[in-house]
């Protein structure tokens, strides 16, 4: 994969003052949930509504998520609110039902990442279109997975990507439920400086109150931008309860943040 300024293309469109906000539900739960939280959001800096609709959990027996009909919802709140919308795919046919649905952005997950033949069909169903689509690290602390997945995307022709930084998983337990290993992303932008570099907190977390010190890491890390996990309700939540904050919360976090990185 070459090293191109197309890369981070899609980003200097947004036009936006760093860094890029994504924020919203771990999952879609409810049509009214989602526009409440969308609604919620609309005047703060975050100009991207995230929301699961398709969730892989490690164990079975817990929400997996809304499926299809959350897509509707998205488009619905895009409607109301003017955000753009993101959602996780996890094979090539929730590729194909979020393109007709208009979700503008597409990530895959650190579940997926992790799988070759899966991120190949991901790419294969993307080919042609002009999506931005944003890779997760691998759950594992593995730099090569991660740049196998973008490059299978590169190679299939998108070429408006980015990466998310959401932690590595580990078997003895830290203050973290993911470690954040950050000398694995640096690695990673060393290799691919275009390539924009998004941190995830609340997958690194797992709690709320270390959010915003990873928020503030990353941006003096120069990082492109933020996904916050952000719920009316989150104690209530149906999935990720403990590490989502609620709008006013990341609002408040957007203001006590020092952003050092200008636009150019
Ligand atoms: C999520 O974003 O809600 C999620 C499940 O993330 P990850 O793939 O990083 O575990
Ligand atoms: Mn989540």
Known sequence: MENSKELRSWLDDF??????????????????????IAHQLKDSDATVLRAGIWKPRT??????????????WLQKAKEETGMLTTTEVANANHV????????????????TTVSPFIVQDIADALKGTDKIVLVKNPVNPDLSLWLGAVERLHTAD????????RGFSAYEKTKYRNNPEWQIPIELQNKFPDLPLI???????????IIF??????????????????????????????QQITPDTLKQIM??????????
Request: net charge negative.
């Open 213 to 242: 010190d990873l928020c503030q890491t990353a941006l003096d890390l120069n990082y492109d931008g933020i996904m916050v996990e952000t719920h009316h309700t989150p104690d209530k939540a149906w999935s990720d309860a403990a």
């Open 59 to 72: 164990r079975p027996g817990n929400f997996e998520g809304v499926g299809a009909l959350g897509l509707k």
């Open 255 to 264: 203001k006590d943040l020092k952003v050092r990185k200008e636009v150019s």
């Open 15 to 36: 036009g936006l003052n760093h860094p890029l906000v994504i924020a919203g539900p771990c999952s879609a739960e409810t049509e009214e949930q989602v526009l409440t």
């Open 199 to 209: 941190l995830d907190p609340s997958h690194i977390a797992g709690r709320r109150d």
């Open 158 to 165: 998108i070429s408006k990507l980015g990466v998310i930084h």
């Open 96 to 111: 194909d039902l979020a393109l007709e649905h208009d979700v503008d952005i597409l990530w895959i997950g650190a579940r």
